[in-house]
C-alpha cells in the first residue's frame, strides 16, 4: 500500500480520520478541519498518540502495520460475530478482549493477540461447554452475556503464560531437544543500515551464524529464517518459526540513526504496555540484553515493549536484539570486529542457556559460561 503521511491526501486519509475520530485521538466531524482527507498536522499528531499507545513504531506516518493496527482498533466486543475462519483470521480488539476474558476465566485461548485462531476456537468452545451454551464455536450475543457476567467476578491469572514458563522451568538447564529459530534482520534487497561495503544485513547474518554453532554445540535445533542472501517477509519469519514449533525466536538486528550519538544495545518483546504481555519473552529479552551490556560495556537502552508483527506474530516466547548502533563510531568499530560478534554471540547463547536454567541454578550475569567453549 502507498504510506500515508504529512502531505497525502484523498479518500484513505479520510477513512484513516474517521478512525481516529472514532478513538476519540482526532477532533471534528467529517465537515470539520481533520476530516477533509488531507493529512495535517493534527491527523500526524493523533497517529504518533495512536502508535505510541499500541507500541507502533512511532513515525506519524501511515504504513502496513499502523493501517491494520488501525482497522482492528475499530472494533470493540459485540460489535459483530466472531468465529474462526482457518483462511482468513478475524483481527481486532473484540477478539483480544475475547481472548483475555477466555485466559481471566481458566480457558486457553491462545495467547491475546487479537488474531482468532484455533486455539482462541478450541477455548471458546470448553467455555460454552461447561456453561451449558451450545458450543458453536461463535461468539454471539448469547456467549457474550456469560462471558461478561463471569468475568466481573473472577480477578487475575493469566493461566497460558504460566503455563508458559512452567513448562520452560520443566526442560532443565540443557538445550537439548530445545528448538530455536533465529532471525538475521534484513536481507535481499533490504540491506538495512549500509555504509560502503558494510550492510547491517551482512554483519546480523554473521552474529546470527556465530550463535547457531555455539547454541548447536549446546545441544539446540537451530534454525535460521533466511540464508546469506535471502530476504523474507515478516509473515514469513514468523510462519517458519510457528512450522517449526519453535520455544524460543530472536531476531538479530543493528540500530542506525541520524544523530551520531546514538549508541547503545536495546530489546524488544510482545506487549502492550496493558498487560497482555508475554513474560517470558520480557525475561528473555532482558536477559539476553544484560549478558550483551555486561560483556561489551556498550550502553544499556533498555528492554521495550512492542507489538510488531515479528514479535506479535511468533506463538512463541520472541525477541528482537538490537546490538548496538552502525551510525554510532564507537558502537561501529565494535561490531565491525569480528572478535566482539563473537562475544555478542557467546552472550545471547549465555541468556539462552540461563532462559532454560531453574532460578536457584542461575548464575550471575556476564559469568556463565558454556562447556562447549568457543
Ligand atoms: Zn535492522
Redesign the pocket.
Known amino acids: 500500500m502507498e504510506i500515508l503521511r504529512p502531505g497525502s491526501s484523498g479518500p484513505a486519509v479520510a477513512e484513516v480520520q474517521a478512525v481516529l475520530r472514532a478513538l476519540e485521538l482526532l477532533a471534528g466531524d467529517a465537515a470539520g478541519e481533520s476530516g477533509c482527507g488531507e493529512f495535517d498536522e493534527a491527523t500526524e499528531l493523533a497517529v504518533r498518540h495512536f502508535q505510541q499507545v499500541r507500541g507502533l513504531s512511532v513515525d506519524g506516518r501511515v504504513g502496513e502495520e499502523t493501517y491494520r493496527a488501525l482497522n482492528e482498533a475499530r472494533w470493540s466486543l459485540g460489535d459483530r460475530l466472531l468465529r474462526y475462519d482457518p483462511e482468513r483470521p478475524l483481527r481486532g480488539d473484540d477478539v483480544r478482549r475475547l481472548q483475555e476474558l477466555l485466559l481471566e476465566l481458566g480457558y486457553d485461548a491462545g495467547r491475546a493477540d487479537g488474531i482468532l485462531g484455533a486455539e482462541t476456537e478450541t477455548g471458546l468452545r470448553a467455555f460454552q461447554r461447561d456453561y451449558g451454551l451450545n458450543a458453536d464455536g461463535t461468539c454471539g450475543p448469547a456467549t457474550l452475556r456469560a462471558l461478561k457476567q463471569l468475568g466481573r467476578r473472577v480477578t487475575g491469572g493469566r493461566p497460558q503464560l504460566l503455563r508458559q514458563s512452567a513448562s520452560l522451568v520443566e526442560s532443565g538447564p540443557h538445550l537439548i531437544g530445545r528448538v530455536i529459530v533465529l532471525d538475521p ?2 536481507g535481499g534487497d533490504d540491506t ?2 549500509t555504509a560502503g561495503e558494510t550492510t ?1 544485513a551482512d554483519l ?1 547474518f554473521d552474529l546470527a551464524s556465530r550463535v547457531e554453532g555455539r547454541l548447536a554445540a549446546a545441544g539446540a535445533k537451530v534454525y535460521l529464517t533466511r540464508g546469506r542472501t535471502g530476504g523474507p517477509t515478516a509473515e514469513e519469519r514468523t510462519a517458519f518459526a510457528n512450522d517449526a514449533r519453535a520455544d524460543l525466536f530472536l531476531s538479530l ?3 542506525a540513526h541520524g544523530s551520531a550519538h546514538a549508541r547503545g544495545v536495546a530489546s524488544y518483546y510482545y506487549g502492550t504496555g496493558s498487560g497482555a504481555s508475554s513474560t517470558v519473552g520480557e525475561q528473555f529479552a532482558n536477559l539476553a540484553r544484560r549478558e550483551v551490556i555486561a560483556r561489551t560495556g556498550m550502553l544499556d537502552c533498555g528492554s521495550h515493549a512492542k507489538t510488531w508483527d515479528i514479535l506479535r506474530m511468533t506463538r512463541m516466547p520472541s525477541v528482537r536484539l ?1 546490538c548496538g548502533y552502525l551510525s554510532h563510531p564507537v558502537d561501529r568499530l565494535l561490531l565491525l570486529d569480528a572478535r566482539l560478534r563473537s562475544t555478542i554471540a557467546q552472550a545471547v547463547v549465555a541468556s539462552v542457556q540461563r532462559l532454560f536454567l531453574p532460578a536457584e541454578a542461575d548464575p550471575p550475569t556476564g559469568t556463565f559460561l558454556l562447556p562447549a567453549g568457543g
Open positions: 534482520g534484513h538495512g543500515y547491517e546480523v538486528h543493528m540500530e538490537d
